[in-house]
């Protein structure tokens, strides 16, 4: 990202040296300045301004620690305070290992919800690629947990968070957004699950009543068509792997995952931490330089209102 020419002062919130080791096996030069500054560096390719937080032991390409963990989330905690304090425009976030986190005793199901935690919002996480937008009403639970977790006042809020930031973020005056059924079939009118009958559709009429372009809750099998997906500006799927392996098929690495419903901007890339590719150089970044990419249009867009 050092080396990436963007119109942003770039911060990373990381352990300098890490930064200096991997910069060094890599063959990129790297020239760091402290963050904040008494003085605002030049942006030229290879500087970067650096909020320090020190590891707890060395890295170890492609092994996380669990003694690392609490690093991986005090790094977090800083940069959305950061932005809630207004020193920084925008959040774009890396990878993380959830379960050696959780190994280690914190925790974590991820950044969403993390965030949620430190702002005391309701974000709602959306995915995106030229096409394509899925948002989602659940995040990450095990898919015996979701039916229970579909609740009327769930789905309002998450398309009340979608459908607002379809308009303020994405410029979109009357937002149109496909509903995905939760059961196959949309539950085959009641034969394959009622929860399309009892909550999901409730929830759609009200809201359709204050004025939203909600079509559904449509069968997710035949949503994904491009007839439909041409009628509309956004999907919400009911659950993680119902809509974002469509949307990785059609966009993987140039997707970005934004997480609406936050006092700030945050975008991330669209995939995991890739063990088998840490430390080499074989990783492409694509998808985390079209994060950055968007986190500054949005940041833009909010400027001008």
């Known amino acids: ?7 942003a002062e770039l911060v990373a919130i990381a352990d300098p040296q890490l930064l200096l080791r991997r910069a060094q096996r890599l063959g990129h030069p790297l020239h760091l300045v402290p963050f904040p500054s008494p003085q605002r560096p030049a942006r030229t390719p290879g500087t970067l301004q650096v909020l320090p937080v020190a590891l707890a032991e060395p890295e170890r390409c492609g092994r996380p ?5 609490p690093y991986v989330l005090e790094t977090l905690r800083l940069a959305a305070r950061g932005c809630l304090a207004g020193e920084l425009d925008a959040l ?9 986190i959780n190994d280690a005793g ?5 950044h969403t919800e993390l965030l949620a935690e430190i702002t005391g919002d309701f974000p709602v996480m959306m995915l995106a690629t030229p ?15 979701v039916s229970a ?5 769930r789905l309002e809020r998450v398309l009340h968070v979608l459908h607002q930031a379809l308009i303020t973020g994405f410029g979109i005056p009357r937002p149109r957004i496909l509903v995905c059924g939760l059961n196959p079939h949309a539950g085959e009118g009641g034969h394959l699950g009622r929860e399309e009958i009892e909550v999901i559709s409730p929830a759609l009429e009200r809201l359709r009543a204050r004025g939203m372009d909600l079509r559904g809750p449509l069968p997710a099998d035949t949503l994904f068509t491009p007839p439909r997906l041409a009628a509309a500006d956004a999907v919400l799927a009911m659950y993680h792997d119902q809509g974002l392996p469509v949307l990785k098929h059609m966009g993987f ?4 995952n934004i997480t609406l419903g936050l006092p700030f901007i945050r975008t991330s890339v669209d995939h995991g931490t890739a063990l088998d590719l840490a430390g080499t150089d074989r ?9 950055a990419q968007t986190a500054l249009e949005l940041a833009e867009r909010a400027r001008r209102g």
């Open 92 to 100: 774009v976030t890396g990878p993380v290992h959830k379960g050696i």
């Open 1 to 7: 990202m050092a080396a990436t020419a963007l119109d």
């Open 65 to 69: 620690s669990t003694a690392n963990a």
């Open 131 to 145: 096409g394509l937008r899925v948002a989602l009403a659940t995040t990450h639970l095990p898919l015996v947990e």
């Open 253 to 256: 690495g140039r997707a970005v």
């Open 106 to 110: 914190l925790p974590f199901t991820g």
């Open 283 to 291: 990783v492409d970044p694509g998808s985390l330089i079209y994060a």
């Open 149 to 153: 977790a579909i609740t009327a006042n």
